[in-house]
């Protein structure tokens, strides 16, 4: 396959390593996986035989090809990717980091917790006109209390 300008040779190697090793971090912590023994073993080999089919495909495809050291750093990539996802716990923060950081504005309400119940969904017009009065009182409120004096 042709070289892109700008590009080192080899460069698609280290995109199917690292492509084929996010795979493989979320083929790991899919439930079915991480609750099995072996899942490191089990990551790898499917995360393989994915690579393995995808170089088999492009055989088929015109302008693509299919190379076994492609296939190769299908296999590696994932492998590292597992080990380091269980081995360090850094690299376990860092892919499980928010996408995007949320920051407090002096002016901006405080975040709610994630515990907290979603917010209520816009009423349509008809529900806003089946709402009684504003000014009557809901019939099953408590009776207003005078505050008590000491």
Not at 30 to 52: D, E, N
Not at 68 to 74: G, I, Y
Request: contains cysteine; aromatic residues 12%.
């Amino acid at each position: 396959m042709p070289e892109v300008p700008g590009e080192f040779p080899g460069f698609d190697k280290v995109a199917h390593f690292g492509v084929y090793g996010l795979l493989g971090t979320a083929l790991l912590r899919a439930p079915i996986v991480w609750r099995r023994r072996g899942r490191i073993l089990l990551t790898v080999c499917l995360a393989s035989f994915f690579g393995a089919t995808d170089e088999w495909h492009q055989y088929f495809v015109p302008g693509r090809s299919c190379e076994f050291l492609d296939w190769v750093a299908d296999t590696l990539g994932p492998a590292l990717a597992v080990t380091l996802y269980l081995c360090w716990p850094l690299y376990r923060r860092v892919l499980e980091m928010p996408v995007r950081w949320r920051r407090r504005r002096a002016s901006a309400p405080a975040l709610v917790p994630a515990s907290a119940p979603a917010p209520a969904t816009t009423p349509t017009p008809d529900a806003v006109s089946a709402l009684p009065d504003s000014n009557v009182p809901p019939v099953d409120s408590p009776p207003s209390e005078s505050p008590k004096q000491f």
